[in-house]
């Protein structure tokens, strides 16, 4: 049960007190229960959701969130050449975000340290899903891969995707991936199902610079994703064997919380998210659209978004609606536009 008195003074304070104690209705006034019995979902999405200055606010006000920023850091330092609080705090001499080795990483530390503070007021997750890189987030924070291997897989995963940079793009599409599949050309495929009406595709230059030109002139909402390389594209192939050198020492478990994997479209056991997941993760299609709806039919109706800014709240509505389900879709932290502009 919770209530709110908003008044100008002691006497209408006293007032609205009074109502809440009656039971009564006034203006001022705001009460309600809470439901018990909901099952919530963590959601973490893949890159995007960063923005300059993000996390910084926390990290001085928050002493939970400090302390899992400062474990990831120290997680984090064995595979990079930067130091992630600098990062945060945009010391001068540290990278910026437009390094793919340096943004995700970040974000990892970032969605990880916000699920601790989630977890510290109370929230718990039943279950947590991720997209793409948001994945290892979620299987880090199910248990299923230490603080150490998820370090591991994130920051060498990133490294390897330099590899692929200055040759392909990704750009999201309003429209159903079967229609999406329709309108696609050589040279591209479908990179991610977000939602109902939600795709992503990824490819060569030239192929996607076509798409987007033939959908803007039909009039279809289509948006360029900030990105020089093709994730979830035949272009992932070429550092298949690098990528499962690197990652052979990571050692899966099953986790306490159900991974619901954007790989497969369903809960899978913590112990098989080795190299070679974390190889499919980046080379197939993510269908983050099948995981959500098989969360909405196992009876999960609250979804949080574990981020720095919300970027698929609209894709997990969409399923809701779709599904004719009835949930709660939530963000964390929103994007400081000030800052941004600053």
Known sequence: HRAVVVAGGRGELLGGLGVVASGGVASGV???????????????????SQWRGMAAGL??????????MVECERALSPFVDWSLSGVVRGEVGSPGFERVDVVQPVLFAVMVSLAALWRS???????????????????CVAGALSLEDAARVVALRSRVLGVLAGRGGMVSVALAAEEVRGRLGGG???????????TVVSGDVGALEGFVASCEAEGVRVR??????????VHVEEVREELLGLLEPVCPRSGGVPFYSAVTGGVVDGAVLGGEYWYTNLRQTVDFEGAARALLADGFDVFVEVSAHPVLTG????????????????????RDEDEQRR
């Open 30 to 48: 705001v009460s309600g229960v809470g439901v018990g019995g909901r099952r919530v979902v963590f959601v973490f999405p893949g890159q995007g």
């Open 59 to 68: 990290w001085e006000s928050s002493s939970v969130f400090r302390e899992r």
């Open 121 to 139: 007021v109370g929230v718990e997750p039943a279950a947590v899903v991720g997209h793409s890189q948001g994945e290892i987030a979620a299987a």
């Open 188 to 198: 591209l495929s479908v990179a991610a199902v977000n939602g109902p009406l939600s």
């Open 224 to 233: 360029r994703i900030p990105v020089d390389y093709a994730s979830h594209s």
């Open 315 to 334: 894709s997990v509505e969409e399923s809701v609606e779709a599904a004719d389900a009835s949930a709660v879709v939530l963000g964390t932290l929103r």
